[in-house]
């Protein structure tokens, strides 16, 4: 273990640096080093904590709603059969409010979004550094590598890989669906003969290039809103809290004013991770209202 303490730089870019899994300039694959071989990498690599805990955190999910509808009953509720209840009924209500197309896939995708983004986004919760310590532990116990280069996130929605992965599915259904129910030809319609119109042909065709500039960039805008959005804000929460976390190791009196912050923070986050889940899955819903309807 490395007996030098991390500098304030070197703990923020340690705390924001994926474990990552790829292939290394000499050519041969493994886990990165440092930060300066996870650069190297470059695209042929992949992020091994934000694939864990995604996954881990779906399959909790799903096991949570397995054992609440196996344990259904029509007398009273328990407790966990109550509360998925409601989550249903709340995802149920704001499925009807936004889409009045007929698709059996939109409810439960939409369920699927909501819990899946509230639980990736309610691992900001945990302390910062008591999962990178304990894979730092792990790390230095068990493989003899220097804690400081173990890195091990555990937001998975703060990384850009996973929310433009989900935004990129909801993207692609998005196409999927406006082909399906417009045809080819009323898709590319859409794209070329919006917003402006004309009666004269010549004056149209002039206009097809401007109206597909302005729907391509309204269709592209997209998925990358949808994954910017959800990250920006898990990101900089994430921030916040690591900010934060460098307050302890000044004095005590900082320690205890940054307890204060801490726990101010976690309390507003709670609504942001909220808010943020439900965001992702309303646009979701409308995105697919969109493509089920004709302009």
């Known amino acids: 273990m490395s007996s030098e303490a991390l500098t304030s730089a070197q703990y923020i870019k340690h ?17 990165a080093g440092n930060a300066d071989e996870i650069k190297e990498m470059g ?20 096991w949570m709603f397995r054992k609440a509808a196996k344990k259904a009953e029509a007398g009273v509720p328990g407790k966990l059969q109550n509360f998925v209840e409601w989550i249903v009924e709340f995802i149920d209500t704001s499925v009807r409010g936004s889409f009045s197309a007929r ?46 280069h173990v890195y091990f996130r ?3 929605s703060a990384d850009p890989n996973a929310t433009f992965g989900m935004a990129f599915s909801v993207f692609f259904l998005v196409l999927f ?40 960039v309204s269709l592209i805008a997209k998925p990358i809103s949808l ?31 940054g307890g204060f912050l801490q726990l101010g923070w976690a309390i507003f986050h709670i609504l942001i991770i909220t808010l943020q889940a ?18």
Do not use: C
């Not at 819990?115 to 532990?137: S, Y």
């Not at 004056?203 to 729907?215: D, G, K, Q, S, T």
């Open 15 to 31: 705390h924001l640096t994926n474990w990552t899994f790829g292939r290394h300039t000499n050519g041969h694959w493994g886990f």
């Open 43 to 62: 695209f042929m690599s992949i992020n091994v904590d934000t694939m864990f805990w995604s996954i881990f955190l779906g399959v909790f999910f799903l």
């Open 103 to 148: 698709n059996a896939i939109v409810a439960p995708l939409s369920l699927t979004i909501f819990v899946w983004v509230f639980l990736m986004n309610l691992m900001d919760l945990v302390p910062v550094d008591w999962l990178p310590l304990f894979a730092g532990w792990v790390g230095q116990t068990f493989f003899g590598i220097d804690p400081h």
């Open 154 to 156: 555990v937001v998975p």
């Open 177 to 216: 669906y406006s082909i399906k129910i417009k045809g080819i030809g009323g898709f590319a319609g859409e794209l070329t003969l919006q917003p402006f119109q004309s009666k004269n042909k010549l004056v149209m065709a002039l206009f097809i290039p401007i109206n597909f500039l302005l729907e391509f």
């Open 227 to 257: 994954s910017l959005r959800l990250y920006g804000n898990m990101y900089a929460g994430e921030m916040i809290f690591i900010l934060i976390a460098m307050m302890y190791s000044a004095n005590i009196g900082m320690g205890i004013f």
């Open 278 to 295: 439900f965001i992702f899955m309303t646009l979701t819903i409308v995105y697919l209202e969109m493509a089920h309807h004709d302009h």
